[in-house]
């Protein structure tokens, strides 16, 4: 599995990125993207503070059994929800992976910067713990939605 980057050329093709693996031979790849309300995307384009667990929500759904009780019986019923929460830095890696792609997509010179931004969250997990980090990077995003220009 990979990520891919595409740049776009002197022509105007527009950036692409994709997720790809190769199964049997065969890749399969899709736009980071796909999938995300594009009122979000704007809000990112537009330095907006956007939750990272809303991009997940068009990526994941949690199917779970739930308990119903009828008739002396009890029974389970398929219950799903598109509500998807981070919990692991690998879900947070993922859900930052599409935020880059919609960022890189208006902004393609941030991405060092937004690299480097991740990296440093990936270390307060490491070093502090994984709730530090997601405060840390909420409170972060928040922040620069209000001031952008001093937190670039």
């Known amino acids: 599995m990979g990520f891919v980057r595409n740049t776009s050329n002197s022509a105007g093709n527009s950036n692409t990125s994709t997720f790809s693996t190769d199964v049997g031979g065969q890749g399969l790849s899709r736009p980071l993207p796909l999938g995300v309300d594009p009122k979000l995307k704007a809000d990112i ?44 830095m690998a879900q947070w890696h ?23 931004y991740a990296a440093t969250i990936a270390n307060l997990a490491e070093k502090a713990e994984i709730e530090s980090a997601f405060s840390y990077d909420q409170a972060y995003r928040q922040w620069r939605e209000v001031d952008p220009l001093h937190l670039s």
């Open 45 to 88: 384009w537009s330095n907006k503070y956007a939750n990272l667990e809303d991009l997940l929500k068009s990526k994941s759904r949690v199917v779970k059994y739930v308990p119903v009780e009828k008739d002396d019986s009890l029974t389970f019923v398929k219950s799903s929800s598109n509500k998807a929460k981070i919990e692991s």
């Open 94 to 116: 993922e859900a930052f992976r599409i935020y880059g792609a919609i960022y890189f997509e208006k902004y393609p010179t941030e991405s060092p910067k937004l690299m480097k």
